[in-house]
Nanobody
């Protein structure tokens, strides 16, 4: 069984920063370093979208709307993937999810709200 748990969501003011974490447990842990892990988000009334991902070798890709403002990193020893977000604005308000890429393994999500 695979479990992904996101944490770190919060209410932040525009221009603020936030760091989200995704921690894996279960059968995926033994081979965690081999997986590409993605971060997605779903804003109210919108479809879920890919924010970015990090490959097994540490290569990162980001969607255009967040490029330059976010950084995804991984700690394979801890089975965690972090999403650092800077210069947040209201458009970043969403529930953020992590996923083992190309699989049905998703976390439950963590809420990020950008507001005064």
């Amino acid at each position: 069984q695979v479990q992904l748990v996101e944490s770190g969501g919060d209410l932040v003011p525009p221009g603020g920063s936030l760091r989200l974490s995704c921690t894996a447990s279960g059968s995926v842990v033994d081979s965690f370093s081999a997986y590409t892990i993605g971060w997605h988000r779903q804003a109210p009334g919108k479809q879920r979208e890919l924010v970015g991902f990090i490959t097994a070798s540490g290569i990162t890709k980001y969607t255009e709307s967040v490029k330059g403002r976010i950084n995804i990193s991984r700690d394979n020893a801890q089975s965690t993937i972090d999403l650092q977000m800077n210069s947040l604005d209201a458009e970043d308000t969403a529930v953020y999810y992590c996923q083992v890429r190309d699989s049905d393994y998703w976390g439950q999500g963590t809420q990020v709200t950008v507001s005064e």
